[in-house]
């Protein structure tokens, strides 16, 4: 497999400083060959190997395997094939498998190993004269098996950063996901709480038909503003879950100080609801801590009133920094089945605390229901 080919607009450069390096390197090895010299039969040898061996050097660049191979034999004519000879040998290093950069190194050396027995060699002595080239075409096998080494860890770095790249986007997408998930489903626990609270009220309009008018009115106002806010409620939550809608969720969230009011709103539906409220520092408690015992309360209350209506419902919430917030609702068992409706409302509330590092408890014992929640706050 052959690496790195010049292609487009970087052929000609390539090219231009390939015939203009080889061309000087000829230049340069002739001269240094016969200036001490007379000129006889093999400058002209040289010189028609010098020529052939710079306009074959270009050829290195796509087919180097071939044009070097072509260059070695020259080499074995005349040295003033040595120069692009080498610079092929360099750009099969840098190139091709180590097992034809090896083979073209062998060649190189035999070549001038050949060159050495019927040429002059400068003074220099036919043993270190081998030495030399076999010095040489080692350190260019060196030279390009570090430049492969290197391409490839670039290679594998720039892989690497690509696929961290597409990585972190993916985890960026399912983070917004999960995002939306969560609020979506606590928005699901705003509306079936404030649906639960409608069914009530149309309820007592529908057994209570001989009620005065203004009771009637209103019944019917809180009716209308009840599904004026579900389906807002209910807007915001498939927006949530629109992969092509971002939405950040401007809504104030429930704390602590809200638990009250949350009562109270189940009390003007019917529910006869006892709360009691130990805590140390309720206005500090961590927005997550609070959130989830908010929510804790209200899936109670939703579910009392689906399956225990007219029973006494006793909310209790106490802790506090360092000792954690323990929430429990108790209700009497009604005619309805206990638990919450087909268990997905338990389900996503245990997962809700487990995600606030609690846990979560329920049961069915002694004509009770009783859902309780355990809350780290740290200190």
């Known amino acids: 497999m052959i690496r790195n080919l010049p292609a487009g607009g970087r052929a000609v450069p390539a090219v231009a400083a390939m015939l203009a390096v080889s061309g000087l390197l000829i230049t340069m ?4 060959l016969w200036s001490d010299r007379s000129p006889g039969p093999l400058l002209a040898l040289d010189l028609v190997v010098g020529v052939l061996s710079w306009l074959l050097t270009p050829l290195v660049l796509w087919r180097p395997v071939a044009a070097t191979a072509v260059l070695t034999v020259l080499a074995a004519v005349s040295p003033a094939a040595t120069p692009p000879a080498t610079i092929g040998a360099l ?19 035999a070549a001038h190993a050949v060159q050495g027995m019927w040429r002059s060699n400068g003074g220099i002595s036919y043993g270190w004269w081998l030495i030399l080239i076999i010095a040489g075409y080692g350190a260019l096998l060196g030279w390009g098996a570090w430049a492969q080494a290197r391409e490839a860890l670039i290679r594998s770095l720039t892989d690497r950063a690509r696929r961290a790249e597409a990585e972190q986007g993916r985890r960026v997408a399912e983070a917004r996901m999960l995002e939306r998930r969560k609020i979506a489903h606590e928005m699901h626990d705003v509306l079936a709480h404030r649906l639960s609270l409608l069914a009530t009220f149309a309820g007592a309009m529908e057994f209570r038909p001989d009620s005065s008018p203004e009771q009637m009115s209103k019944a019917a106002g809180v009716v209308r503003s009840g599904v004026h806010q579900a389906l807002e409620e ?22 602590l100080g809200d638990v009250p009011r949350l009562v109270d709103e189940s009390r003007d539906a019917g529910t006869d609801v006892e709360l009691s409220v130990t805590v140390d520092k309720p206005d500090e408690a961590p927005p997550a801590v609070a959130r989830t015992a908010y ?27 360092g000792a954690g917030l323990s929430v429990s ?17 338990l389900v996503g509330l245990t997962e809700r605390v487990r995600l606030a590092g609690g846990r979560l408890d329920h049961e069915a014992a002694g004509g009770e229901f009783r859902l309780r929640a355990s809350i780290p706050w740290p200190a």
């Open 295 to 321: 929510r804790v309360i209200q899936e109670g209350l939703t579910n009392a009133r689906k399956h225990a209506a007219g029973q006494l419902v006793r909310v209790t919430l106490d802790g506090g920094p």
């Open 329 to 345: 609702v108790i209700n009497k068992l009604g005619g309805g089945p206990p638990g919450f409706s087909g268990g997905a409302g």
């Open 234 to 255: 209910l807007r915001e939550v498939i927006n949530l879950l629109r992969e092509d809608v971002v939405s950040d969720d401007d809504r104030p969230q429930p704390v």
């Open 29 to 32: 090895t002739v001269i240094g």
């Open 91 to 109: 750009q099969v290093a840098r190139r091709c498998p180590t097992r034809q950069a090896v083979a073209v190194a062998a060649a190189g050396i």
